[in-house]
C-alpha cells in the first residue's frame, strides 16, 4: 500500500537525557506524535537543542508533494472539501485556514530551504541524519533500513547513514494518506488478451507478489495481507517487524486521494495555493482563493454531474476518517 | 577596362540590359522558391488546422467539432491570467533582451583583435547555448539550491553569514533567477553573431578614420554600428521572438510559480492544452499570440531600417 | 622624441591592453563557464556526492562508470540520430536560406510582406502546432524516419537563417558583385564565387545556432518520433523521473551532447578572422 507513513529516529526519541528534558518542559512522554499539536512540540524542542547538525524533521513541501500531506491533515483535522448538497468549496472553512497557517509556521523548525524540497531532498536529508522526522511513502523505511541500496538499478539513492535507528508509527491524526496507487491493465487493442490477463494474475498471486514486493528496484510496497505477516520478509532487516505492521495499520486506517471528476485541475489549484503559501502570502486569503478556483472548476464540469461523483467517492469508508 | 570596352559594352547594353532584367526576375523567384516551398509544406496545414480549431469546441476529452464561432477569443479577453501571462512574457522580455545584447556587444569587441588562445575561448564561451533548456533550468534549479548549490556557499562566504535564498519561491528572488539563467544561456548567442558581423567592419576604414585623430567613440558610432545595424536587429528580433516564446528554463525553474507569478504565455499555454486539456482554447491562444507579434514586429521593422 | 621611444610606448600600451583583455576573458569565461562546469562533475559524482550539504565542488573520485553505463545501454545512439538531423537540416537550411536570404536583400522580393510573413513562422509556440504537424506526419508515412524530422528542422530554421544572411548580405558591399557581373559572371557565379565566401564570417555564426536550435528541440522530437530516431533531447528527458532525476546521467549525457558543437566552433573558427574580406573593394 503507498500509504504515508511517519519515520522518526527512535534512538534520538529514546535517549533518556532527551526524555527527561522533553517531559520537563512540555508535561508528558517524548514518543511518535499522534497529533499535530505534539508534532510542533517535539520538533521545536529537537531543533532547539540539535540545530544546526540536525532539525526536527523535514518534508518534501514542493507544491506537487505538499498538496497531498494538506490533503491528509485536512481531512484529520475534521475538514470537508465540499457540502455534499450545494457542491461548494469548503476547503477554506476555518480548519483549512488552520492547517495552512500551520504548515507555514512549522516550516520554521526545519532545515532552511525546506520549501522546495522533493522526494529526493527529503530523502537524502533523513537518511543523512539531518531530519529527525519525516513524512513518506514506504520505500523511505527500506532505504533508510540500507535495504536494497546495493542494487545498480538503485545507485541514485543515497547511502542511509541510520539504518537500525528508525522507527516506524502511523502520522499524526492516525489517517494516512492513501496514495492512488498502481494499476495493471490490459489493452483493448492487445493480441493475447487472455495471455496478458492470465500474466496479471500471475504476477499477483500470493506466491510471487510476495517475491515482487521485496525485489529491492520495483518500488513495489506490500499489498496484501499475507506480505504483512511473510517470514522472509520479516527477516529483511532487525526492524522489519515494526514496518510491516505500520503498514498494516495504515492500510486500515488510510485515507483515499480525492478522486472526483477532473480532479488533477482541482489539485493544481492547491498546488498553485501552497507555493503562494510559501511565497508568503496570508493563508486566509490563499483558502479564498482555493475555494473560489474550485468552484470555478465545478462549474464548468457542471454542479449535477460532479456531485455525484463526489457522492460516489465520499461514501466510501476511506473518503473521510470517522473521528 | 579601356575606353573602346567601354563604348561597346554600353551599346549592347540596351538589349543585354533588357534581356538580363527579365533573366533577374527569374532568377530572384528560383532562388527563393525552394525555401518558400518548405515553408509551406510544413507550416501551411499546421496553421489552418490551429485556425479551423481555434472556432470549435474542442477538448482532449470531448470531440465537439461544431463552430462555436468567436466564443473561443471572446473567452481570451475575460481571461485575467491570460494577460497576466503576457504581461509576464513581457517583462522578462524587456529586461533580458537589452542585458544580452549588451553584454553580447562587449564581448565580441573584446575578442574581436587577434589574441592568442582565442579560438578555445570563443569555444568554450558558446556552450551555454549548446546545453539542452531543459537541462540547463534543471542544472540552475540544483546550483540555487539552498542545501546542495555552490551560490548559496558562495554568497554566505560573501557575506560572512548563512544566507537562505529561495530563488525558485521567494517573490523577489523568482525573476532574477529566471532572469539569471536565462541571460547566461543566450548571451552566447548575441556574443557570436556581433562577433561575425564586426569581424566584417571595413578595417582600412577604421585606420583611416584613426589617422584623422578620431576617439573611440566617434569611431564607434560613426562606422562600427552602422556596419553592424544590420546583423543587430535582427539578431535582437530573433532573440526577443525567442524570448516571447521562453518555456524549458522557467518550466525547470518554478513551473511557473510561485502561484503563477512566474507564469508566461508558452507556460499557461501548455497548461491549457496539456493539463487542462483545452484544444480549441490553446489555439485560440496561439492566434492571439501570432497576431500580437506580427503587428509588433512589422511597427518595429518599420521604425528600423534593418537592410540600409 | 625619439622614434625607439614612440615604438616603446606604443609597444608597452598594446600589450598593457593584451593583459586586460586575457583577464577580462578569463573572468567572463570563469562565470560563464561555472555551472556547464558543475554538470560536468556531476557526471563524475556519487549520488551521495550530488545531493551533500555543504555542496561538493570536486568529487573524491571520478566515477566514469556513469559514462560507461551510457555507452553500454546504448543511450548514445540518441547523440548519433541527432547529428544526423541537425547536421543534414543545417546544410539544407544554411544552402536555401542563403540564396533565399540573397533575393531578398539584393531584388527585395516580395517586399516587407514576404519577409515579414517568414519571420512570423518564428512566432508560432511550438504547442500550439505540435499536434497538426503529427497528423500531416503520420498522413505521410513520415512519423520515425530521419526525412520528417531533417524536413521539419529545415523548415523550422530557414527563417532565422533568412534573415540572419540577409542582413550579412547586406553588409557586403554591391561594387563586389556589380563588378563581377560586369565582367560576364552569371548571377549564380556571383552569388556562389563572390557572395557565399564574402559572408563566411556570418555563414559560420548562423549555422552554429541552427544546428543548436536543430539540436535542442525537444517537444517535436518527443512527438515524431517512437523508437527508430531518438534524439538526444529525448532521451535526455527520460532520466527526469517523477520522483527524483538520475542526475549522473543526465549529466554525464549532457556533456556528451556538447562535445560535437564545441569540437565544431573550435575548428571553424579561422571564419572569423577579421580582415579576410576587407582590401578586395578598394584593390
Known amino acids: 500500500m503507498d500509504v504515508f507513513v511517519l519515520y522518526y529516529r527512535k534512538d534520538i526519541f529514546g535517549d533518556p537525557q532527551n526524555q527527561s528534558e522533553f517531559k520537563a518542559k512540555y508535561g508528558y512522554d517524548l514518543a511518535a506524535p499522534k497529533t499535530w499539536k505534539q508534532f510542533d512540540d517535539i520538533g521545536n524542542f529537537l531543533t532547539d537543542k540539535y540545530k544546526p547538525k540536525m532539525y526536527g524533521a523535514g518534508f518534501f513541501r514542493q507544491a506537487p508533494y505538499a498538496q497531498f500531506m494538506f490533503q491528509e491533515r485536512f481531512r484529520n483535522e475534521g475538514g470537508k472539501f465540499f457540502d455534499p448538497e450545494t457542491m461548494k468549496a469548503t476547503i477554506n472553512s476555518d480548519i483549512g485556514v488552520k492547517v495552512l497557517t500551520e504548515m507555514r509556521d512549522e516550516n520554521k523548525f526545519m532545515p532552511p530551504g525546506v520549501e522546495t524540497w522533493g522526494f529526493v531532498e527529503n530523502l537524502a536529508a533523513f537518511l543523512s541524519g539531518t531530519t529527525a522526522m519525516t ?22 539513492v543515497p547511502k542511509s547513514q541510520i539504518a537500525g535507528k528508525v522507527g516506524y508509527a502511523l502520522p499524526p491524526g492516525g489517517h494516512p494518506e492513501l496514495a492512488a496507487g498502481f494499476d495493471l491493465s490490459v489493452a483493448s487493442t492487445s493480441k493475447n488478451k487472455e495471455a496478458a490477463y492470465l500474466f496479471i494474475q500471475w504476477l499477483n498471486s500470493k506466491d510471487i507478489s510476495t517475491q515482487r514486493v521485496q525485489l529491492p528496484y520495483t518500488l513495489r510496497d506490500p499489498f496484501r495481507v499475507s506480505h504483512y ?40 489549484a492547491l498546488r498553485q495555493g501552497i507555493s503562494s503559501l510559501w511565497a508568503g502570502e496570508d493563508p486566509k486569503a490563499i483558502a479564498d482563493k482555493i475555494a473560489a478556483q474550485w468552484d470555478e472548476i465545478t462549474a464548468k464540469v457542471g454542479v449535477e454531474k460532479q456531485k455525484a461523483a463526489y457522492q460516489g467517492w465520499a461514501s466510501k469508508s476511506g473518503a473521510y476518517p470517522q473521528l | 577596362m579601356t575606353a573602346v570596352d567601354s563604348g561597346i559594352s554600353r551599346r549592347s547594353h540596351g538589349l543585354n540590359h533588357r534581356l538580363s532584367l527579365a533573366a533577374d526576375r527569374q532568377f530572384k523567384y528560383l532562388i527563393i522558391a525552394p525555401a518558400i516551398l518548405v515553408l509551406l509544406l510544413i507550416g501551411l496545414f499546421p496553421l489552418i488546422y490551429s485556425l479551423v480549431v481555434s472556432f470549435q469546441g474542442l477538448t482532449m476529452t470531448e470531440e465537439d467539432t461544431s463552430f462555436a464561432g468567436f466564443t473561443n477569443y471572446a473567452r481570451l479577453f475575460h481571461d485575467l491570467r491570460l494577460w497576466q501571462a503576457l504581461a509576464h512574457t513581457a517583462i522578462i522580455t524587456a529586461v533580458a533582451l537589452p542585458l544580452e545584447l549588451l553584454l553580447g556587444l562587449l564581448m565580441a569587441q573584446l575578442f574581436v583583435d587577434r589574441m592568442p588562445g582565442r579560438q578555445i575561448f570563443v569555444a568554450l564561451l558558446v556552450l551555454p547555448t549548446v546545453i539542452s533548456p531543459i537541462v540547463a533550468g534543471a542544472n540552475w534549479a540544483l546550483l540555487f539550491d539552498v542545501r546542495f548549490g555552490p551560490i548559496t556557499q558562495i554568497l554566505s562566504f560573501i557575506a560572512g553569514q548563512p544566507v537562505t535564498i529561495l530563488w525558485t519561491l521567494n517573490p523577489y528572488f523568482v525573476y532574477p533567477g529566471i532572469l539569471i539563467c536565462e541571460i547566461w544561456q543566450w548571451t552566447p548567442f548575441m556574443f557570436l553573431l556581433l562577433l561575425a558581423a564586426l569581424s566584417n567592419v571595413d578595417q582600412s ?3 583611416a578614420s584613426e589617422i584623422d585623430g578620431a576617439s573611440y567613440w566617434r569611431k564607434f558610432f560613426k562606422i562600427v554600428l552602422p556596419a553592424i545595424w544590420p546583423v543587430m536587429t535582427i539578431a535582437c528580433l530573433i532573440r526577443a521572438l525567442d524570448l516571447v516564446r521562453i518555456f524549458d528554463i522557467i518550466w525547470a525553474l518554478t513551473q511557473g510559480g510561485p502561484g503563477t507569478m512566474s507564469e508566461t504565455i508558452s507556460i499557461y499555454t501548455y497548461v491549457q492544452g496539456f493539463s487542462d486539456f483545452e484544444t480549441s482554447y490553446t489555439a485560440a491562444i496561439a492566434f492571439l499570440v501570432i497576431v500580437l507579434l506580427t503587428a509588433i514586429v512589422t511597427f518595429a521593422l518599420k521604425r528600423m531600417e534593418i537592410v540600409r | 622624441m625619439s622614434v625607439p621611444a614612440v615604438a616603446m610606448r606604443r609597444w608597452r600600451r598594446r600589450h598593457s591592453w593584451l593583459a586586460l583583455r586575457y583577464l577580462a576573458a578569463i573572468c567572463l569565461t570563469v562565470i560563464f563557464l561555472f555551472p556547464v562546469y558543475w554538470l560536468f562533475m556531476i557526471s563524475f559524482k556519487t549520488p551521495d556526492e550530488i545531493y551533500h550539504s555543504p555542496p561538493v565542488w ?11 553505463v551510457l555507452f553500454k545501454d546504448g543511450d548514445v ?3 548519433w540520430h541527432s547529428l544526423v538531423l541537425a547536421g543534414v537540416s543545417t546544410v539544407l537550411a544554411l544552402f536555401l536560406g542563403t540564396i533565399a536570404a540573397y533575393s531578398l536583400a539584393r531584388f527585395r522580393t516580395g517586399g516587407e510582406n514576404l519577409a515579414v510573413w517568414i519571420i512570423s513562422q518564428r512566432m508560432i509556440p511550438p504547442i500550439a502546432v505540435v499536434f497538426p504537424i503529427f497528423l500531416l506526419y503520420v498522413w505521410l508515412g513520415w512519423v520515425d524516419s530521419y526525412i520528417g524530422l531533417i524536413l521539419l528542422y529545415t523548415a523550422f530554421n530557414l527563417p532565422y537563417v533568412i534573415w540572419m544572411m540577409r542582413g550579412y548580405i ?21 552569388l556562389w564565387r563572390v557572395v557565399f565566401p564574402m559572408v563566411r564570417a556570418g555563414l559560420f555564426a548562423t549555422a552554429v545556432f541552427t544546428f543548436v536550435f536543430a539540436w535542442n528541440d525537444f517537444i517535436f522530437a518527443l512527438v515524431l518520433t517512437r523508437t527508430e530516431v531518438i534524439t538526444f533531447p529525448v532521451q535526455v528527458t527520460h532520466y527526469f523521473g517523477g520522483q527524483s532525476n538520475f542526475w549522473a546521467k543526465i549529466a554525464a549525457m549532457s556533456v556528451l551532447g556538447t562535445l560535437p558543437v564545441f569540437v565544431a566552433v573550435t575548428v571553424m573558427q579561422r571564419f572569423l578572422v577579421r580582415g579576410i574580406s576587407l582590401g578586395a573593394v578598394k584593390g
Open chain 3, 170 to 190: 547586406a553588409d557586403v558591399p554591391m561594387e563586389l558583385e556589380e563588378s563581377a557581373l560586369v565582367d560576364g559572371c552569371s548571377r549564380w557565379r556571383v
Open chain 1, 229 to 268: 505477516t511473510d517470514p522472509v520478509y520479516l527477516s529483511r532487516w532487525p526492524d522489519a517487524k515494526d514496518y510491516l505492521s505500520t503498514l498494516h495499520q495504515a492500510a486500515e486506517t488510510g485515507l483515499l486521494d480525492l478522486s472526483i471528476l477532473q480532479t488533477d485541475k482541482y489539485e493544481e
Open chain 2, 205 to 207: 576604414q577604421l585606420e
Open chain 3, 77 to 79: 545512439i540518441a547523440i
Open chain 1, 135 to 156: 513524512i513518506s511513502w514506504p520505500p523511505y523505511g527500506r532505504w533508510a533500513a540500507g535495504y536494497g541500496t546495493d542494487e545498480k538499478a538503485l545507485a541514485w
Open chain 3, 58 to 68: 570536486y568529487p573524491a573520485s571520478l566515477q566514469f562508470a556513469n559514462y560507461a
